[in-house]
């Protein structure tokens, strides 16, 4: 979260600065906001690539390609082309790939036992879970008397994961969230302490509700959302 408060940060005095100097004419002939949107699609890439993010590696690139298609010489190729091929490819690259990303994930949990959630499973149980959903709709329910940590993932499709029945005994736990092109509903009990350290590449993060914040549980959740929502729920 500080390295991305460092990187905007940099971003907008880099941003005043071109404004002022673009009047003096020494600079090329190229719209803020083509300088904007590249530096969001470059950061989008290198985020992509620390997370092993095929999705957001090969759609910053053909974004990248569709802002500056004239001066590359390929408008014939988009916006539908480049799109249709960063699909296809990211679908691809996370099919082939796939266990390796699950494998990256599950090292960064703190204890060897896992609870998976498949695209069948509705009620999940264990310490420490993934949930995932890719292209559709889905409902997990965290069953939980000791629950630590969840991973949780949807790509292009509606994710609603509820934590009402889920029991806290440690002084915290964690919630890591994944959205890319979709939208993902986390209900969670009004009463827990939250530390919302979502970020948003291009999509949004909403809290819906009132957070009373009346006991000593706390429930952090990280993660992003791009192209998409996070939505949380106070129940």
Request: proline residues 1%; aromatic residues 14%; hydrophobic residues 45%.
């Amino acid at each position: 979260m500080k390295s991305s408060k460092v990187f905007w940060g940099i971003f907008f005095i880099l941003a005043a600065v071109y404004v002022i100097v673009s009047k003096f004419g020494i600079l090329p002939d190229v719209g803020v906001f083509s300088i904007l949107i590249t530096v969001l699609l470059i950061w989008m890439f290198i985020e992509g690539i620390r997370n092993v993010d095929f999705f957001g590696i090969l759609f910053s690139i053909a974004f990248l390609c569709i802002v500056y298609d004239d001066q590359l010489g390929i408008t014939a190729l988009t916006p539908w082309t480049v799109l249709g091929a960063a699909l296809l490819g990211s679908i691809g690259l996370s099919m082939i790939f796939g266990n390796y990303k699950k494998k990256k994930r599950l090292k960064q949990l703190q204890n060897g036992s896992t609870g998976y959630a498949g695209s069948s499973s509705e009620q999940c149980t264990g310490e420490q879970l993934r949930c995932e959903n890719n292209f559709g709709s889905a409902i997990r329910y965290i069953n939980s008397d000791n629950f630590k940590n969840a991973q949780i993932e949807n790509n292009f499709g509606t994710l609603s994961v509820y934590f009402d029945n889920a029991i806290i005994q440690c002084e915290s736990a964690v919630v890591n969230v994944e959205n890319n092109f979709g939208e993902t509903n986390l209900y969670i009990p009004k009463e827990w302490q939250i530390r919302n350290s979502l970020e948003r590449s291009f999509g949004a993060v909403n809290e819906i509700g009132n957070s009373i914040g009346s006991s000593s549980t706390i429930l952090f959740i990280n993660g992003s959302a791009n192209f998409g929502a996070i939505n949380i729920h106070y129940i």
